[in-house]
């Protein structure tokens, strides 16, 4: 090496070259350094990418391998994600809140992989990020993320530093994670103290010329105990890329969580604005046929109680005079009789005669049936005008007490012209069964709606059943009724009407009651008969109608309502 230290002459042109040398070492050495940046961010944009793919995802975040990706990029020996539930989606809803006050326990969320540090017993906080020590440290700090390579050398960090004692962690690399200036959790990573004995590759080597650098293993070995290895500024451009990505991905999950609750209470604001819609349209269109309904019943009482009455004035009249023609045909005949046994011979002669041409023995004996014929004739027109008169007198809009089996005969009454035996039919008998009854409280015209509907459908069901019969038997119809007595309940009549018609079906008896349900042929019915009469019941009398059907069999329909109605229920 001596001759290093003897002066010496260097031409221009050495020069020259040596500085062309020194210039293209230069410029190598530029290359080379942004190449080895542009490698570094290249391989920094690839670990974003890749974390990015499982933040962003629609419908499932997994923080825990997006975590466990950045602790293998980053050469960590384990790392933690702490998120504040509250402090973010408060944030979300109202942005110029401040999150000052602790949140619930529950409302936190810690996500760890590898190795970790411990809460000893006793502290106020079960997470780190929780105590105050680590939120008022790391407010302060200006920069995006903050590291050291030994936290036992940082004592703004003393009171959290027990939770590392049983660990070998002694670095640390933090972000934050924040929206704008909200902050509501942090990205934390892990290294641990470097295993200064495993360092040193050589062998062992007794030359004196080794001392050396042994001396100086020492000296390193010494300056570096307690550290980990140190975090570079990639490590930090890293982290923080990392760490906006954690931050946004959270909050699009959020976000998108949020915008699947909206659309799911919309959705069930949207179906049930939808029923209660439909509800009302279904109880507009029903009152609509009620009142249409109640209407044709009011001009149909006020039409029946004016034939009635035009009925009732010549009937009382031809009724009143029945007995002044029986009067006078005996009259007339007494006469006749005294004239035949007064008069001269001659005369009796020609009398006698026209007697045999007249037959008067026949007339004297046919002429008081004929009057009685008459007279049961009027007394049965008398009987349908009072029970037409009484079925469209009653007041639908008042509740009065009323007498059921004096509505049910007045009924059978109008009905009997459909009951009664025909040329092709063997006609229906109607046998009544009635229970000691008292008066029930009613809205009289609708209730008669209701009877004289079950009625008519037990009639027209037997006269389906002729229809497909060539040798139709006789029809029947048993008319019920009973007091019911309930436990906690005040006590009801139950009318029950049992047919043996065509009967049906249960898949059709179940939709009955519903409107425009019918099964009768077009232009027979409406569908709203019991549609209208289950509601007459339920709702206007608080009671029920049921119905049970064998097909073949016949059908029972059954009225159960209370003796009493309250009126605050109407």
């Known amino acids: 090496v001596g001759h290093h230290s003897e002066s010496w002459t260097v031409s221009e042109t050495r020069l020259r070259g040596v500085q062309m040398v020194v210039d293209q070492l230069a410029v190598a050495i530029a290359q080379a350094h942004l190449w080895q940046a542009a490698q570094e961010k290249a391989q920094r944009e690839a670990i974003v990418n890749q974390i990015s793919q499982q933040l962003h995802s629609i419908t499932a975040m997994d923080l825990q391998a997006a975590l466990a990706t950045t602790v293998e990029k980053l050469n960590a020996c384990g790392g933690r994600l702490f998120l504040n539930r509250t402090a973010h989606e408060t944030y979300l809803n109202n942005p110029t809140t401040a999150i000052n006050a602790p949140s619930p326990l529950d409302a936190l969320e810690v996500i760890t ?33 903050w590291a050291t390579i030994n936290i036992y050398t940082v004592p703004q960090l003393r009171n959290i530093q027990p939770t590392f004692r049983s660990t070998v962690i002694r670095g640390l690399l933090v972000v934050p994670l924040q929206l704008e200036q909200q902050r509501f959790g942090y990205l934390t990573l892990f290294r641990e103290e470097i295993a200064t004995e495993t360092l040193w590759a050589g062998e062992f080597n007794p030359d004196e010329r080794q001392m050396q650098p042994r001396l100086s293993f020492e000296v390193w070995k010494e300056s570096i105990h307690g550290q980990c290895h140190p975090w570079t500024d990639s490590d930090h451009q890293l982290i923080e890329a990392l760490g906006e990505e954690f931050a946004s991905g959270i909050q699009q999950h959020h976000l998108y969580h949020l915008s699947q609750l909206v659309n799911a209470s919309l959705e069930e604001q949207i179906q049930d604005r939808t029923a ?94 004929l009057i009685a014929s008459m007279q049961t004739g009027i007394d049965r027109i008398q009987a349908v005008v009072r029970s037409l ?182």
């Open 113 to 145: 992989v590898g190795t970790q540090p411990g809460v000893p017993p006793g502290q106020r906080f079960t997470a780190i990020e929780q105590s105050s020590t680590w939120q008022s440290f790391f407010q302060q700090q200006p920069k995006p993320s």
């Open 276 to 369: 209660k819609l439909q509800a009302a349209l279904t109880k507009l269109s029903q009152t609509h046929l009620q009142l249409t309904q109640a209407e044709k019943m009011s001009s149909l009482g006020q039409l029946i109680t004016g034939v009635c009455h035009e009925i009732h004035n010549p009937i009382n009249f031809i009724s009143g005079n029945l007995s002044h023609a029986q009067q006078y045909f005996d009259d007339v005949f007494n006469l006749v009789s005294f004239y035949q046994q007064v008069a001269p011979a001659e005369m009796a002669a020609t009398m006698a005669s026209e007697q045999e041409s007249v037959d008067l023995d026949f007339i004297a004996e046919d002429f008081p049936s």
């Open 389 to 570: 008169l009484q079925f469209s007198h009653h007041e639908q809009s008042e509740l009065k007490a009323m007498d059921v089996h004096r509505s049910i005969d007045s009924i059978l009454l109008i009905l009997h012209y459909r009951t009664k035996p025909k040329s092709d039919t063997p006609g229906i008998t109607i046998e009544k069964f009635y229970g000691d009854l008292p008066l029930v409280d009613c809205y009289g015209g609708q209730f008669n709606q209701v009877l004289i509907n079950l009625l008519n459908n037990a009639i027209q069901a037997i006269e389906s059943r002729w229809q497909g019969s060539n040798d139709p038997q006789p029809g029947q119809i048993e008319i019920t009724t009973t007091v019911i007595e309930l436990e906690d309940e005040p006590p009801q009549v139950a009318i029950k009407i049992k047919d043996n018609g065509c009967g049906m079906p249960e898949k059709v008896r179940a939709h009955i009651f519903e409107p425009f349900f019918t099964t009768k042929t077009l232009g027979q019915g409406t569908g709203l008969g019991l549609s209208i009469s289950h509601q007459i019941i339920t709702e206007q009398h608080h009671g029920a109608l049921t119905c049970r059907s064998v097909l073949g069999q016949g059908t029972a329909v059954t009225i159960q309502i209370p003796i009493h109605q309250q009126l605050t229920m109407v």
